[in-house]
T-cell receptor
């Protein structure tokens, strides 16, 4: 069974640009959560999607948004990029809704802002 | 006070020893607890999860919960150099809260 697939693996952007990251969950998994990981703040929850609906959202500005499609694939968008957005962005999936379920992570997208 | 706290380490143990990793949490109502292993440059990998109804053993790994003191521990028996990684504790609430992780080094 294929794992969680995130694309692209690496991205370099400049301040002010926007970026879209993609995540395909494990087959049969309908919940997708997004996280940001930085050396200073660690792993921080961004949001969770289930059945194309955002269920929870972490404490991030509105520049961070996401969506989920009917096939459970999810995208995350960050607009007006700032230097502090440089991070590893991780997607995790689980079969059912709720962050209290065991989640399986993808390899992440490493975003660098110049 | 952070909601999930871990000693950042590094924790160094000799090969074959027991490694003990601890995590404290602030939400007394927490019902489930997760341990992830993250190798350098890789994504977190789920290695163990327990619910508030008891401890759990899986091979060389044992997760124990002390609800009264609000901490959860991960014991790794017969530690191997391949266990060298950062171990992240996660406790779900409104969202999933991760500790900063404990870096474990197992020396041959």
């Amino acid at each position: 069974k294929a794992g969680v697939t995130q694309t692209p693996r690496y991205l370099i952007k400049t301040r002010g640009q926007q970026v879209t990251l993609s995540c395909s969950p494990i087959s049969g998994h309908r919940s997708v959560s997004w996280y940001q990981q930085t050396p200073g703040q660690g792993l921080q929850f961004l949001f969770e999607y289930f059945s194309e609906t955002q269920r929870n959202k972490g404490n991030f500005p509105g520049r961070f948004s996401g969506r989920q499609f009917s096939n459970s694939r999810s995208e995350m968008n960050v607009s007006t990029l700032e230097l502090g957005d440089s991070a590893l962005y991780l997607c995790a999936s689980s079969p059912v809704a709720g962050v209290s379920q065991p989640q399986h992570f993808g390899d992440g997208t490493r975003l660098s802002i110049l | 006070q952070k909601e999930v706290e871990q000693n950042s380490g590094p924790l160094s143990v000799p090969e074959g020893a027991i490694a003990s990793l601890n995590c404290t949490y602030s939400d007394r109502g927490s019902q489930s607890f997760f341990w992830y292993r993250q190798y350098s440059g890789k994504s977190p990998e789920l290695i163990m999860f327990i619910y508030s109804n008891g401890d759990k053993e899986d091979g060389r790994f044992t997760a124990q919960l002390n609800k009264a003191s609000q901490y959860v521990s991960l014991l790794i028996r017969d530690s191997q150099p391949s266990d060298s990684a950062t171990y992240l504790c996660a406790v779900p609430g409104y969202d999933m809260r991760f500790g900063a992780g404990t870096r474990l080094t197992v020396k041959p």
